[in-house]
């Protein structure tokens, strides 16, 4: 029964689907002080060499190198936020655009640790790793009447989604305290928040690092599911790509780079002829929704709108139900 | 309210667009199944390929996918087996690669696998072939490392380990070279790779290395490089580039006056060298698998073939494709099922099979064991290097 | 050695500061940084390869295609990309970058359906001819690159500063509204000044497939990323700052190549954004821009 619903291939795709939603969200907190990174490409491939290089060169357990990867962007994060913030807009994006291509030169020529444009590859893979430990607890795939192969797609699944999940409602529930609010002013006039009291600076830097952080999961995340990195998955058109998630989804609410980056990332795959024209679609994205809807497809609006019609509903289906009690009564 | 609608505008405008690219792309990744129904008593099987159909490296897919047609309507003329091919384009991309296996091999349950088009795609995809259990061959990866991925892994082309110490052998023969100057890319994979073979074999033979230089992606300027080359007065360059970069190296280092020989990788055998760079390109030595002017009716056979098929002269990616679904279905005939491990016992058996590319066989690890030719390019054209 | 390696650190210097005087133009009187100024460029290059080698036509004809082609990518460029966000309500100040992103991959991505991936090559007997010079040679090509870069700086300069239109370009750079109200057709000016600034890219595509031979679609994004590293070396917006930034980093880059670090020549481009941004973000020419600090 469970054999024939589980397909490798879909829970691949919604795999890679998860983990752009990550980088999404990533850029999505960036943004979210008002601040553009062209970056996050290179944010990413920190996390990813160094959880590959600790799991496969020095055996670290896989998550404490995801981790340790994760925490090692968000720190290069505070080290270029704090002198970079003096910057603002355009020049914080050339800057942090300048950051993503050094640090992929870096990982080019730096040989005796990243293998150079060769790249790394037998990573350790999530899926197969957690197999194995599972074996040793005396639990195969026979037990649940699946195959090898699809126990490993589900559990990398299973792991992505919930990582994600408790990513989101995380963030969720950090716009909804001091620090969203605070970051919500930045973006909106930066000289009005400072006059009220808030520290940009620390909030700025914070937003930053949060960004490089998550970016750096998603990087360390990406290593352990294609078990095979090189430098040339972390260039410039990665950066862009996952501003494209933002920027066609929305900036304004975290669903919207939710959004752009599901819809981004399985159009290609339900559409494979659309595959070829995939960067001029981009393109042709960047500039229309400039043109037409700077703020994204899912905006504030759009967010209180489906939230008013449920409260209405709601609402009207309470009065009928106060009426019919009072019909009741009369 | 008129936002909205604006908003709504929008969102359909961006739709459409996406479906009409949608409905403008070619139909390419359609099964092949052309040529005559099965016939009695032929082994069927269904075969995965994954190849780079579309973007930059589409001319690469194109060819060995029409490699791989053009040998399996032979085969199904003969009769003994029937495969049915099912393409799936990766688009040189190593999560779309890696998407596409696991459709063939869990939505269509194919009994084999052959591609992908790149190495760095084989790193992603191989290791969650040989876990499942499906074996696969790739007719255009020659990084290092790729068959030791795993037993249910081969390839058919040579890689950079067989094909660069034979040139620069013959190279030192001819020219009686003892100092050498190294040029290659550094950040990519392929002439990374062809360097590490090319500094290996030259500290081997006890060449003295005057300079190493590199160069990147998307640059159009090498006089830098050339000129410091150019003043240590070497005996032959070894250079790993991929054609397109290579022949403009050879083009600013003919003009600057450096007219030594010049060895290149796998990625430096192109026709496309002498259309880029002209004269310039005289003195370039490659080892390679596949020599379309070889004396042999089967080579012929299969240009003339090649060229009435598809109207264009095949390119050694065509003619390992060619092989490669050759030796798989030998190795299909053998099993007499479409059972994956039996496939995989018989093709990793492979010994002495004749392909196009000459004498063919797999060693313990799945790597292919044959000899190159080596060429070199004389007065515009690619000849034999004697 | 030494020599030689200079002339080739000039030679790409001087189309570098081509290719940064586009964007200084651009930025000077828009503000904005035409992240699609190298693809531009590149079609330029492509029109180069399709006029001498694929025709067969004359080179000078090849200078009068590109100019006119890239000058309509331009056109587009400001109609379709830029006019819109312009005076909108809400627009934040990266919708430009954004947008003119957008329009760099679209490029780069129409050229390899154009004219595939592969090198094109640029065959003209122009680029054979040179001087022998004791142990040098000088080609006439890189001479020619030489002069085209300092008579575009100098006629660059002066037209800004004594033309009309160049003083109207000044007045529009200096604040739009005051210089529409001042009876300058601020559409017509800026429109010319995207124009211009392409058609600059053009000629540089030319010089480039005349001095090496190699034109690709992917050295669009390369070119521009070392043009926008240059301005911001230079100073944005400053002409002077272009020429300087340009030569300067063209020689930086032939120099650590012979000092024997080549895998890093990529690199130097952007250590040099971060560094400038932070320790002087006006630039080496510009002047104090208050709104390059918060």
């Known amino acids: 029964m469970l054999a024939e619903i589980i397909n490798p291939y879909y829970l691949q795709v919604l795999s890679f689907i998860l983990i752009n939603i990550i980088l999404g969200v990533s850029i999505y907190i960036t943004l979210s002080t008002g601040q553009l990174s062209l970056g996050h490409a290179g944010f990413m491939s920190i996390g990813a060499y160094t959880s590959a290089i600790l799991t496969l060169n020095y055996d670290f357990p896989l998550v404490v190198g995801v981790i340790l990867g994760a925490l090692l962007a968000g720190i290069v994060g505070i080290l270029i936020g704090i002198p970079t913030l003096r910057l603002q807009g355009v020049y914080l994006a050339i800057a942090t655009l300048g950051f993503g291509e050094v640090v992929r030169v870096l990982f080019i020529n730096w040989e005796s640790l990243t293998q150079g444009a060769i790249g790394i590859s037998s990573i350790p893979h999530f899926g197969r790793e957690l197999v194995t430990g599972l074996r040793d607890t005396g639990f195969t795939a026979d037990m649940i009447g699946i195959r090898n192969n699809q126990l490993i797609s589900l559990l990398v699944f299973i792991i992505l989604l919930v990582i994600t999940v408790l990513l989101i409602t995380f963030f969720v529930r950090q716009n909804h305290s001091r620090v969203g609010r605070a970051f919500a002013a930045i973006k909106m006039d930066e000289n009005a928040a400072e006059a009220m009291g808030i520290n940009i600076t620390y909030y700025k830097v914070l937003a930053f690092a949060q960004g490089a952080m998550v970016a750096g999961f998603a990087g360390a995340l990406y290593a352990h599911v294609t078990a095979y990195i090189s430098p040339s998955d972390f260039a410039y058109h990665r950066a862009v790509e996952i501003l494209i998630f933002a920027v066609f989804g929305g900036s304004e609410v ?13 159009m290609p795959e339900l559409l494979r002829e659309v595959s070829e024209y995939r960067y001029m679609i981009y393109g042709i994205i960047l500039v229309a929704m400039m043109a037409f809807r700077p703020q994204g497809l899912i905006d504030h609006e759009m967010i209180y709108k489906i939230k008013s019609r449920k409260k209405k509903k709601k609402k009207v289906e309470d009065d009928k139900k106060e009426r019919n009690r009072h019909g009741v009564g009369s | 309210m008129r936002k909205s609608y604006k908003g709504l505008l929008s969102i359909f405008a961006i739709m459409a667009l996406l479906l009409a690219s949608a409905c403008s792309g070619g139909n390419e990744t359609s099964g092949d199944q052309s040529g005559d129904a099965a016939k009695d008593g032929a082994v069927s099987a269904k075969v995965g390929v994954i190849s780079w159909l579309t973007g930059a490296g589409a001319g690469y897919g194109e060819a060995i996918t029409n490699g791989l047609k053009l040998a399996n309507k032979e085969i199904k003329e003969q009769g003994k087996v029937d495969i049915e091919l099912i393409t799936e384009d990766s688009a040189g991309k190593q999560e779309q690669a890696l998407s596409s296996a696991q459709k063939l091999m869990n939505s269509e349950n194919v009994s084999a696998i ?70 290659y890319g550094n950040d990519d994979v392929f002439t990374k790779s062809g360097y590490d073979t090319m500094k290996k074999v030259a500290e081997d033979k006890g060449l003295e290395i005057l300079t190493t230089e590199t160069f990147q992606k998307g640059q159009a300027d090498y006089n830098a490089q050339l000129t410091k080359i150019k003043n240590t007065q070497p005996d032959l360059i070894l250079c790993s580039a991929l054609y397109n970069e290579g022949a403009v190296i050879m083009d600013q280092a003919r003009k600057m006056g450096i007219d030594v020989p010049f060895v290149g990788g796998n990625g430096f055998n192109s026709p496309e060298v002498i259309k880029i760079a002209g004269d310039a390109a005289d003195g370039l030595i490659v080892a390679t698998p596949w020599f379309a002017g070889k004396d042999d009716q089967k080579v012929q056979d299969f240009v003339a073939k090649y060229k009435e098929e598809y109207g264009k002269e095949p390119d050694q990616f ?19 099922s479409d059972d994956r491990d039996a496939i995989r016992d018989a093709l990793a058996e492979t010994e002495g099979f004749e392909g196009i590319l000459g004498e063919m066989s797999f060693d313990e690890e799945g790597d292919i064991v044959m000899e190159p030719t080596v060429l070199t390019i004389k007065e515009g054209k690619f000849q034999l290097f004697e | 050695m030494i020599l030689e390696q200079l002339i080739n650190g000039l030679t790409l ?51 009068v295609v590109a100019i006119a082609v890239t000058a309509l990518l331009g056109l587009f460029l400001e109609l379709l990309a830029l006019r819109p966000l312009r005076g909108k309500k809400g627009v934040s100040h990266l919708a430009p970058l954004i947008s003119t992103i957008g329009v ?30 004791g142990s040098v040679t000088i080609y006439a090509v890189q001479l020619v690159i030489f002069a085209i870069a300092v008579l575009l700086m100098v006629g660059l300069s002066f037209w800004l500063s004594k033309t009309k239109a160049g003083k109207a370009l000044r007045a529009c750079a200096e604040n739009l509204e005051a210089a529409s109200l001042l009876g300058v057709n601020t559409k017509k000016m800026i429109m010319m000044t995207v124009v211009i ?98």
């Open chain 3, 13 to 63: 210097g001087s189309i570098y500061a081509i290719v940064a005087l586009g964007y200084t133009l651009v930025f000077g009187v828009l503000g904005i940084i035409n992240m699609a100024h190298g693809e531009i460029f590149m079609f330029g290059a492509f029109m180069g390869v399709v006029i001498t080698h694929t025709l067969q036509l004359p080179l000078a004809l090849a200078f």
């Open chain 2, 114 to 183: 052959i591609g992908p088009t790149l190495s760095t795609e084989m790193k992603v995809v191989g290791p969650e072939a040989d876990l499942n259990g499906v074996p696969i061959m790739g007719t255009s990866t020659t990084a290092a490392g790729i068959p030791q991925i795993g037993d249910y892994v081969f390839r058919d082309s040579i890689p950079e380990s067989l094909a660069i110490p034979a040139s620069i052998e013959k190279a030192i023969e001819k020219y009686d070279v003892k100092k050498v100057a190294i040029l």
């Open chain 1, 254 to 266: 975290i669903w919207g780079p939710i959004f752009g980056a599901t819809f981004l990332t399985a």
């Open chain 3, 104 to 133: 760099s991959i679209f490029l780069e991505n129409l050229a390899h359906h154009f004219f595939g991936a592969g090198n094109r090559p640029f065959n003209t007997s122009f680029s054979e001819i040179s001087v022998q010079i």
């Open chain 2, 318 to 336: 065509a003619a390992q494709a060619y092989d490669g679904m050759y030796l798989l279905a030998n190795a299909i005939e053998k099993a007499g």
């Open chain 3, 197 to 294: 600034a392409s058609a600059m890219g053009g000629i540089a595509g030319i010089l480039v497939g005349m001095a090496f031979n190699s034109v690709t679609p992917q050295m669009g994004l390369t070119m521009g990323l070392k043009g926008l590293a240059i301005i911001i070396l230079g100073g944005m917006g400053s002409v002077r700052g272009a020429m300087a930034g340009g030569l300067i980093l063209g020689l930086s880059e032939t120099m650590i190549v012979v000092f024997g670090e080549s895998g890093y020549r990529d690199a130097i481009a952007f250590i040099a954004i971060i560094v400038i941004l932070l320790v002087r973000p006006q630039g080496l020419f510009g002047q104090a821009a208050p709104e390059a600090r918060r």
